[in-house]
């Protein structure tokens, strides 16, 4: 029986193994024993990024060989990769495919090597090499078997691959999914209510996890906070800086009441403590119900309407979104609000939604459905905008958190 024959007969179980990990051990085991190599490591190619992985390699080595990415055309392997062809290099340190980089990383010395694609039809699976010939050189007969070798191994390791794949996606729906549910019990669900105020909100979540949060905090008898925030990004690091956010948010204002120390705390704790890419933009106002004034800070956050009887204003004097510099200031600004006044703060899933065309529901279009159902209460007022919205998508849902407060100011006590 030649080596062939003999390798498919005891690789055969190699059909019915599942399990990556085993399946690559058993490979490297296989090529090896089969080609008298001291080293043996497979490379598994990724499509979209259009890289080899090592993932899985025998010796002292492994782990070291496993942190190492190639791109095509990039070392002996990326040669491979490339022109999907086989390859003998029996002198390593002359020949200009192979790249030193692994051997710094583990302080080996590849002297020869033997390198085959594994194909599935015109699709590259990844690559296996033979490493170092223990006596004399690799052979055209040995480059036939590797070759044979490969396309054996076609089925099992595409089979085992896309289980992991598929694997891994469940593990990472399930784990947004709780991620989904601790964001969305940081939101405020039950009604408010404070005199001379007309309140309601709401909250669509996206199938992403997405970083909307709201707070409707009361400071006593005669004050009310109200912010909106929108975290950068989406999935587990917006869903964890926005628990981030929102346990200082409400540490800090109760502790005081200030929102200017309350956004300056946040802005140096975010800038000091995240990466660049992670901010947040805010909208944060205090509305003294006696006064009708309202102090706020936009901070690189939509701004929220204020529509009334003959006039659609706008809150947008502001700076930067929260968590960008450390040094960067947030100053408060004074809004006087009217008897009748409607408060719409919103997030950008609500103007940047999209219809079939590729338009923008638009902050336009959200200040004419507030005018033409001023009359409404709140919370039937925020009902007919989401409609309004959902008409105009016609995509049966949203591709961002679509969020939204409604305020009606009926007047101080």
Not at 167 to 185: C, D, F, G, N, P
Request: aromatic content about 8%; charged content about 25%.
């Amino acid at each position: 029986m030649d080596r062939i024959s003999r390798f498919k007969s005891e690789m055969l179980d190699l059909y019915s193994e599942v399990n990556l990990g085993l399946l690559l051990k058993k490979i490297t085991a296989g090529i090896r024993g089969y080609l008298a190599s001291e080293e043996a490591s497979i490379f598994i190619f990724d499509p979209e990024k259009e890289e080899l992985t090592f993932e899985t390699a025998t010796g002292a080595n492994e782990k070291e060989l496993k942190r190492i990415i190639l791109k095509k055309g990039q070392g002996a392997a990326g040669w491979i990769a490339e022109k999907r062809r086989g390859v003998i290099i029996d002198d390593c340190s002359r020949d200009p495919r192979h790249t030193a980089l692994t051997d710094r990383k583990t302080h080996f010395q590849t002297r020869s090597l033997l390198g085959v694609p594994v194909l599935m039809g015109e699709r590259l699976l990844g690559v296996l090499e033979a490493v170092n010939k223990k006596k004399g050189k690799f052979s055209q007969a040995d480059l036939r078997l590797m070759t044979r070798m490969a396309s054996f191994l076609a089925i099992p390791l595409q089979n085992a691959v896309l289980i992991r794949q598929m694997l891994e996606k469940e593990k990472i729906e399930k784990e947004l999914q709780i991620a989904r549910s601790i964001q969305q019990s940081f939101l405020q669900q039950d009604p408010v209510v404070f005199p001379g105020l007309d309140i309601s909100f709401l909250n669509i979540a996206s199938s992403k996890v997405g970083g909307d949060y709201y707070e409707i905090m009361p400071l006593g008898a005669r004050q009310i906070v109200f912010s909106i925030n929108d975290v950068s990004g989406h999935g587990i690091p917006a869903s964890l800086l926005m628990a981030v956010f929102r346990s200082n948010f409400v540490f800090n204002l109760s502790h005081g009441g200030d929102i200017a120390a309350t956004i300056g705390y946040l802005n140096r704790l975010l800038a000091e403590t995240t990466a660049a890419n992670l901010y947040v933009t805010s909208f944060t106002c205090k509305l003294d119900m006696a006064s009708g004034d309202l102090d706020y800070i936009n901070a690189g956050h939509p701004p929220p309407l204020v529509v009334r009887a003959n006039a659609t204003l706008l809150l947008d004097v502001g700076g930067l979104a929260v968590g960008m510099f450390a040094a960067a200031e947030h100053p408060v600004s004074r809004f006087h609000l009217e008897p009748g006044d409607i408060l719409v703060f919103y997030t950008d899933g609500v103007i940047e939604t999209a219809n079939e065309k590729d338009e923008e529901y638009s902050r336009e279009r959200l200040a004419t459905a507030v005018t033409t159902r001023r009359s409404l209460p709140a919370a039937a007022l925020q009902a007919a905008l989401i409609e309004d919205l959902t008409n105009f998508s016609r995509r049966g849902g949203f591709a961002d958190d679509v969020t939204l407060m409604v305020v009606k100011y009926l007047g101080g006590k």
